[in-house]
């Protein structure tokens, strides 16, 4: 159980374009997601913290109107990278909780390359 | 959220138990110890989590120190298929606050 489905794995874009990431959890609801970004041979960094109905919470140096986040449902949250350049190619890993979850549940990852 | 150090990398192997030090001289009393990896280009993986007690599951066992300041995550037969990063993570229960990731150990099974 407490499975998180992440969306696409793979994405290439050219730069200016937007990019949509979706994470779904499958089999429970969740009321909180977490959006990260990691670099090459970095850790993972939190860059939102989103919760059903509400605006999302960026961390701070992380720009909202570039990282548009929607969670509009107890299932669903979406990114959108908008008017991407290639400093934002970055592996982005979404996450879920729910208080019938242990800790955090992790999507597999969307690895983005903007050219 | 307290701090955690652990070892950049690690040897283990295969078939050996891998013994995972975290040092949380930081951590407070209402502080869980969280365990995590990383297997190359995925998402992370929920292994374990205690507040004082040893814990085991399927995965690992996880051996808390009587002062808390330090934990153990133990992988009793690794196999080339542990080879990850390992998070130690330290947190306040409840899931409203994101991950707080350091660089974690990264363990090597050796064939």
């Known amino acids: 159980g407490a499975v998180v489905s992440q969306h696409p794995s793979r994405v290439i874009c050219k730069s200016g374009t937007s990019v949509k990431i979706e994470c779904r959890s499958l089999?429970?609801?969740?009321?909180?997601m977490f959006w990260y970004r990691q670099f090459p041979k970095q850790s993972l960094m939190l860059m939102a913290t989103?919760?059903?109905?509400?605006?999302?919470?960026?961390e701070q140096g992380v720009e909202k109107d570039k990282f548009l986040i929607n969670h509009a449902s107890l299932t669903l949250s979406t990114l959108t990278v908008t008017s991407a350049h290639p400093e934002d190619s970055s592996f982005y890993i979404c996450?879920?909780?729910?208080?019938?979850?242990?800790?955090?549940?992790f999507g597999s990852g969307t690895r983005l390359t903007v050219v | 959220d307290a701090k955690t150090t652990q070892p950049p990398s690690m040897d283990c192997a295969e078939g050996r138990a891998a013994n995972l030090p975290c040092n949380h001289s930081?951590?407070?009393?209402?502080?869980?110890v969280y365990w995590y990896r990383q297997i190359h280009s995925q998402g992370p993986q929920y292994i374990i989590h205690?507040?004082?007690n040893n814990e085991t599951n399927e995965m690992a066992s996880l051996i808390i120190t009587e002062d808390r300041k330090s934990s153990t995550l133990i992988l009793p037969h690794a196999t080339l298929r542990d080879t990850a990063v390992y998070y130690c993570?330290?947190?306040?229960?409840?899931?409203?606050?994101?991950?707080?990731f350091g660089k974690g150990t990264h363990l090597i099974i050796q064939p």
């Open positions: 993570i330290v947190k306040s229960g409840g899931g409203a606050d994101g991950l707080t």
């Open positions: 989103s919760n059903e109905g509400s605006k999302a919470t960026y």
């Open positions: 996450s879920a909780s729910s208080p019938m979850t242990y800790g955090y549940t």
């Open positions: 930081t951590i407070s009393g209402n502080e869980y």
């Open positions: 205690g507040l004082k």
């Open positions: 089999d429970f609801q969740a009321t909180t």
